[in-house]
């Protein structure tokens, strides 16, 4: 059965750091890539960071690159979100979402929700003002 579980999301003050985890089982990560989104109440899902070719390929979304960042753990089957100087708006569920490559896509489809067929349930980040 394939199962992708985030954890990690907690209550922080604006300028903390989390670390959020992702553990996929059921399921071999070559040839996929596994992003990172995040939905705020009453917006649109939107994605956050993608990393693919076993960890060697990363993309950011420009809201957060410089802040956040991706990385897997290959023996663990793990992927992580390290997210540092939070703000406000950085409130929202966060989701990992794994989709197998196809040499079509494009580094900026990485981050469009739609080509995921495999989500997890979400972790909720809420950063205090």
Known sequence: QVQLAE?????????GSLR???AVSGLSLNG???AWFRQAPGKER?????????GRRTF??????????ISVDL???TFYLQLNDLKPEDTAVYFCAAVRDQA?????LYL????????GQGTQVTVSS
């Open 7 to 15: 954890s990690g999301g907690h209550l922080v003050q604006s300028g």
């Open 20 to 22: 959020l985890s992702c």
């Open 32 to 34: 996929r890539t596994i």
């Open 46 to 54: 939107e994605g956050v960071a993608s990393i693919g070719r076993g």
């Open 60 to 69: 950011y979304a420009d809201s957060t690159r410089g802040r956040f960042t």
């Open 75 to 77: 023996v663990q089957n």
């Open 104 to 108: 079509t896509f494009t580094e900026d």
């Open 112 to 119: 469009r929700a739609w080509i995921y067929p495999l989500w």
